[in-house]
C-alpha cells in the first residue's frame, strides 16, 4: 500500500499499453490485478502534481476497470455522477499523459465533459444527474432500436438527492434497460460483505435465475394472488441477506452488496447483469481511498490535493473561515440561530459549529431544495434559520427560494459561498449568475463584501435583518483585513466612496461590487478615477449612483458575476429611471461559460484584473494621452 505520493512517474508497462477501452478488453482476466494496481499508482502520482479529488477515484480503480472491460464503452453509454470518481476513467480513456495537467488551462477538464472526449457521455458537475441522464439514454435507445446498455455509477452521496429517487421511480415505471450502480463507501445500509451476499447476488443475477423468475410471473400472473404472494415471498427472501427493498419497490432488481475492491467478482457479476434486461441495481461497497494508507485514515482530508506546485503555499484565512467564525460568535449570542448545509460542512466551514451546536446543526445531505425549504419551515417558528451554501448549488433550490422563502418574507440568512469565479472547477462550479438571479425576487436584500470585515459584518447585518438575506463571497482568502470582534449592522442600501478622483478634466468613477474593490483601487491610481465600494446590490444605493453619475463623465461597474442582469445592469436601470446620460461601462462575467483555469487567469479573460479595467476604460477617453498614465 502506498503512504506517500511519489514524486517521479512510476513504472507502469501494462497501463502504457492502453490507449482506449479496447486495448483493456484485450488483456486476459488475470491480467486486470496488475492493471489496476499500475493505475492506481499513477492516479496517486498525476493528482499528486497536479492537485485535484483524489479520494474517490483510488475508491473505483476496480470498478472503472471492470465496467470498460465488460462493456462496449463507448457504444455502451457509461455515465458518472458528479465526476469526482472519474480520474481513472480518464486514464483509461487516452488522457493518461495529460492528467497532470488537470484543472489547468492545458489540461483536461476536472469533470467528465462531451466535448473533451467521446467516453465522456454526459457533462457533471453537481450530483444524483446520472441515472435521470443514463435513463434518457436507455429510453433514446429503445426508441431508435438501438441495442445497447446505459449505466449509471452514483455514490453514496449522491444518492441522497430527490433527483436520483425521481429517476429511479421513472425507470421502473417505463421498465427501462438500464443498470444503476451504487457505489457504497460510508452507508450505514450497507450489510458486511459475506460469503452469503455474495453467494445470493450470483444466484440473482444469474440468467437461470431470471428466466425461472420470468417463465413463474408469466404462469402466476394468471393467478394474481398467487403471484403476489410469490412476490413478495422473493422480496422477503432479499430483504433477510440484503439492504435492497427500497429499490426494489422502485420497480428494480437488486443485487448486492459485494466487494468493490474484488475484481473476479465484479467483472463477473457486471458479466451477468449485461444479459438482464430491465431495471438493475447493483450495490458495491469500496473504500474511499483505496491503497493510499492517509486517504484511507483520514477520506474528508484527502478528498481532494492542492497539487505538489500549491504545496508550500502559505495558508490565509479564506471568506469561509469568516463565516464559520462569524457563525459560532452568532449562534453563541441568540439561541435561535439554527445552521444548515446541504452536504457541505467541511466546505463551507461549519466543523466547528457542528461540534459545538450539535442539536442546532442541520446537515440534510445533497438535498439543496430541501434545505431551502427546512429553513422557510424553521423561519415561520421563530428560528433564525442560516443556509450555508455555495453558489452554483443555490441555483437547485431557486423555486424554494422564491416560494417558500421571500414569497412568504421570512427570516432566512443565505450565506453564499464561491460567488464568483472559482477557478480549475470550471463552469459547473462558478457562481457566475447568484446576483442576476436574486435581486429580481422580491424582499432579497443582496450583500457583496469587499474584505474579511465587511463580510463579518454583511453576515450579521443580514442576521439582524427582518426577511430574506443574502451575502456572496468568493472563494479562498480575502485581502488580509483582521475582522473586527464587535458586530454592527451596516446601514442598509448604503455604499461608501473608498477613493476621491480627478475634479477637472474627464473623470471616471468606478463602482465595484465585492471582492473586485480591489482591483478598482489599483486601477484608479493610474485612471485617478472615483472608487465607490457600493456594498449593496439590493436596495441599491441610488442616492449615491445619481450622485456619481452629476459628478463623472463615465462610471465602470465591477462585479464578479453575470454582466447580463447583473450589478452593472442595476446601475443602469436606477440611471434610466432618473433620466441620467452618464454613460456606463459595464464589466463583468462575459455572456459565455468560462473555462477551467487558474484563477489569475480567469480574471484576465474576463477583463478583472487593473490593467484591463485601464484597458477597457481608454476607449472612452476623449484624449488617450492625458490622465491616463
Known amino acids: 500500500m502506498l503512504t506517500d505520493i511519489p514524486t517521479t512517474r512510476p513504472v507502469t508497462p501494462m497501463l502504457d499499453s492502453i490507449q482506449s477501452p479496447a486495448d483493456l478488453r484485450e488483456l486476459e482476466p488475470e491480467q486486470l490485478p496488475e ?3 499500475e493505475l492506481r499508482e499513477y492516479l496517486v502520482y498525476s493528482v499528486g502534481q497536479s492537485g485535484g479529488h483524489f479520494g474517490a477515484g483510488l475508491g473505483v480503480v476496480e470498478l472503472t476497470a471492470a465496467l470498460h472491460y465488460v462493456f462496449n464503452t463507448p457504444d455502451d453509454r457509461l ?8 480520474y481513472p476513467h ?9 492528467l497532470p495537467l488537470i484543472r489547468s488551462a492545458e489540461g483536461p477538464a476536472a469533470f467528465p465533459l462531451r466535448s473533451e472526449s467521446e467516453y465522456d457521455t454526459f457533462g457533471v458537475g453537481h450530483s444524483s444527474t446520472s441515472i435521470g441522464a443514463a435513463l434518457g439514454m436507455a429510453l433514446a435507445a429503445r426508441a431508435q432500436g438501438i441495442e445497447r446498455e446505459a449505466v449509471a455509477v452514483i455514490g453514496d452521496g449522491a444518492i441522497t438527492a430527490g433527483m436520483a429517487f425521481e429517476a429511479m421511480n421513472h425507470a421502473g415505471h417505463e421498465k427501462a434497460d438500464l443498470l444503476v450502480i451504487l457505489n457504497d463507501n460510508d452507508m450505514s445500509i450497507s450489510n458486511n460483505v459475506g460469503a452469503l451476499n455474495k453467494y445470493f447476488t450470483r444466484i440473482w443475477s444469474s440468467r437461470t435465475y431470471s428466466a425461472l423468475r420470468e417463465g413463474s410471473k408469466r404462469v402466476l400472473e394468471k393467478i394474481p394472488a398467487a403471484w403476489e404472494f410469490a412476490r413478495r415471498t422473493e422480496e422477503h427472501m432479499k430483504g433477510m441477506v440484503a439492504p435492497g427493498t427500497m429499490f426494489e419497490e422502485l420497480g428494480f432488481n437488486y443485487y448486492g452488496p459485494i466487494d468493490g475492491h474484488d475484481l473476479d467478482e465484479l467483472v463477473l457479476t457486471l458479466e451477468n447483469l449485461k444479459k438482464l434486461k430491465g431495471p438493475r441495481f447493483l450495490h458495491i461497497v469500496t473504500r474511499k481511498g483505496k491503497g493510499f494508507a492517509p486517504a484511507e485514515q483520514d477520506p474528508i482530508k484527502y478528498h481532494a490535493l492542492k497539487g505538489s506546485k500549491a504545496a508550500g503555499a502559505v495558508k490565509k484565512v479564506s471568506y469561509s473561515n469568516i463565516f464559520g467564525q462569524w457563525l459560532c460568535d452568532m449562534a453563541a449570542a441568540d439561541s435561535r440561530l439554527m445552521g444548515i448545509t446541504p452536504a457541505m460542512r467541511e466546505g463551507s466551514d461549519l466543523i466547528r459549529f457542528s461540534e459545538e451546536f450539535p442539536d442546532r446543526y ?3 445531505a445533497i438535498a439543496e431544495q430541501h434545505a431551502v425549504t427546512l429553513a422557510a419551515g424553521l423561519a415561520c417558528d421563530g428560528c433564525k434559520p442560516v443556509v450555508a451554501i455555495y453558489s452554483t448549488f443555490l441555483q437547485r433550490a431557486y423555486d424554494q427560494l422564491i416560494h417558500d422563502v421571500a414569497l412568504q418574507n421570512l427570516d432566512v440568512l443565505f450565506a453564499i459561498d464561491r460567488a464568483g469565479l472559482v477557478g480549475e472547477d470550471g463552469p459547473t462550479h462558478h457562481g457566475a449568475y447568484d446576483i442576476s438571479y436574486l435581486r429580481c425576487i422580491p ?3 443582496i450583500m457583496t463584501p469587499s474584505d474579511e470585515n465587511e463580510c463579518r459584518q454583511m453576515l450579521y447585518t443580514g442576521y439582524q435583518h427582518e426577511g430574506p438575506a443574502a451575502v456572496r463571497y468568493p472563494r479562498g482568502s480575502g485581502t488580509g483585513v483582521q475582522p473586527a470582534s464587535e458586530m454592527q449592522a451596516l446601514p442598509m442600501g448604503k455604499g461608501i466612496v473608498r477613493r476621491q478622483g480627478a475634479q477637472n478634466g474627464f473623470r471616471v468613477a468606478l463602482l465595484a461590487f465585492g471582492a473586485p474593490l480591489q482591483q478598482a483601487l489599483e486601477a484608479a491610481e493610474t485612471l485617478n478615477a472615483t472608487v465607490a465600494d457600493m456594498r449593496f446590490v439590493k436596495p441599491l444605493d441610488h442616492a449615491l449612483v445619481a450622485e456619481l453619475a452629476a459628478s463623472h463623465d463615465l ?11 447583473g450589478a452593472g445592469s442595476a446601475v443602469l436601470e436606477s440611471l434610466a429611471a432618473t433620466a441620467h446620460q452618464t454613460p456606463v461601462l459595464t464589466l463583468g462575467i462575459p455572456d459565455r461559460y468560462i473555462e477551467h483555469a487558474s484563477p489569475a487567469q480567469q480574471q484576465v479573460d474576463i ?3 487593473a490593467q484591463t479595467i485601464v484597458d477597457a476604460v481608454k476607449p472612452h477617453w476623449p484624449d488617450s494621452t492625458s490622465g491616463c498614465a
Request: with cysteine.
Open 607 to 609: 477583463g478583472l484584473t
Open 555 to 565: 462610471l465602470v461597474t465591477l462585479e464578479e458575476n453575470a454582466v447580463m442582469g
Open 79 to 86: 455515465v458518472w455522477d458528479v465526476g469526482h470518481q472519474a
Open 362 to 364: 442541520f446537515d440534510v
Open 90 to 98: 480518464k486514464i483509461l480513456t487516452g488522457r493518461r499523459e495529460q
Open 35 to 37: 492493471l489496476c494496481k
Open 443 to 445: 424582499n432579497m436584500v
